[in-house]
């Protein structure tokens, strides 16, 4: 099979690498940087730098999937212009509602598989599954990705894009209590915790939720909620530079120079959080749910930097790559917006996921009882 895959970052990259084993794939960003070094991870994908924005990317592009990994503010309208030709994974955590692409979707018989990630993303899948196997009453999802080694003050690394983080620590969070979708501020709600061999952590309320607000399969659940994980201190740090205005879209003067100061303090932000390749980091993902007699089941998914590639990249991106597989392997032949949760309440097409992620040795793993790892 063909696949194209639309940005070559550090997730985008390993897709390319990881659906070339057994695909042929097409490579397509406006950086040549991306593309001479995903090359040297392998020859065999055929790159072609375009920019995206200003030039018809799928002209003569032969391509049975296409998997859009580009930023998040260009997520949407990269979306669109795919649905019109080709079905398409998403990893993008486009702002805008993915539902609104439906009819493009469905005139030309294509599909969207939207946030196709690690949460939201396999999250999804996995709350889907509990759905379809319980009565749940409430939802809690907690993600993070953090470097090993502490590296203050700010003690986080930008595992993804640092320009979809800033939009994390932006955006409204919308979550549901007591049946009511309600929008609260981002880095509200904080929790504090321990997790073995971790450490402290503190987890605070983002816009992670997406699909499952107003999923059919959440209908009759009270009570979602998303958090990120970081190290104790973070999000005072970054309320810190909110409250004063350093992430406000003005114009102000810098040096002699005007410059915009959410972008001037974005770049300084992006030097201090940049990850190197050899820095040690893990993804945690932490899944708790209630059911309605009182049980609380709970799922922990954990990753570390591996074969230089680290666990964001491989959590996100080889979710991607699972879904990808598995559309084209299962012949699905859906057409509209496919929520991740839907997904996840079909046991074949979620065993097919789970398996494919514990093949890459990610650790996943689910408890009926309260998990022994985590210490509120």
């Known amino acids: 099979m063909n696949i194209a895959v639309i940005g070559t970052g550090m997730v985008g990259r390993l897709i390319a690498v990881e659906l070339s084993r057994d695909h042929q794939v097409y490579a397509i960003d406006n950086n040549s940087d991306n593309l001479i070094l995903l090359n040297k991870y392998d020859p065999k994908i055929i790159t072609n730098r375009i920019d995206i924005v200003k030039e018809d990317f799928l002209a003569d592009l032969n391509a049975d999937l296409i998997v859009n990994c580009v930023p998040g503010f260009m997520g949407f309208d990269t979306s669109k212009k795919i649905l019109k030709e080709k079905t398409c994974v998403d990893i993008s955590f486009m ?39 319980y009565d749940i009453d409430e939802i809690k999802i907690m993600v993070g990705g953090l470097p090993k080694e502490k590296n203050p003050p700010w003690n986080y690394k930008a595992p993804f894009s640092p320009i979809d983080v800033i939009e994390e620590y932006t955006r409204p969070a919308r979550i549901k209590e007591n049946g009511q979708i309600k929008t609260v501020k981002a880095l509200t709600g904080k929790i504090n915790f321990e997790v073995e061999e971790i450490g402290k952590l503190e987890a605070f309320l983002t816009d992670g939720l997406r699909t499952l607000l107003n999923s059919k399969l959440t209908n009759d659940i009270p009570t979602l909620l998303e958090y990120t994980i970081r190290y104790p201190g973070h999000s005072n740090m970054v ?13 102000i003067s810098h040096n002699g120079k005007t410059v915009n100061q959410k972008e001037f303090t974005t770049k300084k932000l992006f030097k201090e959080w940049e990850l190197a390749e050899t820095d040690k980091e893990f993804t945690l993902l932490i899944i708790t749910a209630k059911t309605m007699d009182s049980r609380e089941i709970s799922c922990v998914v954990y990753d570390e930097w591996r074969n230089g590639w680290s666990s964001m990249s491989r959590t996100t991106g080889l979710t991607a790559c699972a879904i990808a597989n598995l559309v084209l392997e299962k012949g699905l032949k859906n057409t509209g917006v496919i929520p991740p949760e839907q997904l996840g309440s079909n046991q074949d097409y979620f065993d097919y996921i789970i398996n494919y992620l514990k093949e890459k040795k990610i650790s996943i793993s689910f408890s009926n009882e309260k998990n022994p790892l985590v210490i509120k």
Do not use: F
Not at 99 to 127: C, F, M, Q, R, W
């Open 95 to 133: 702002p805008e509602d993915c539902y609104d692409l439906e009819d493009y979707a469905n005139k030309a018989n294509t599909a969207l598989y939207p946030d196709a990630g690690v949460a939201p993303g396999l999250s999804n899948i996995i709350v889907g599954n509990l759905i379809s196997n």
């Open 239 to 251: 309320s810190e530079l909110i409250n004063s205005g350093k992430l406000d879209n003005i114009t």
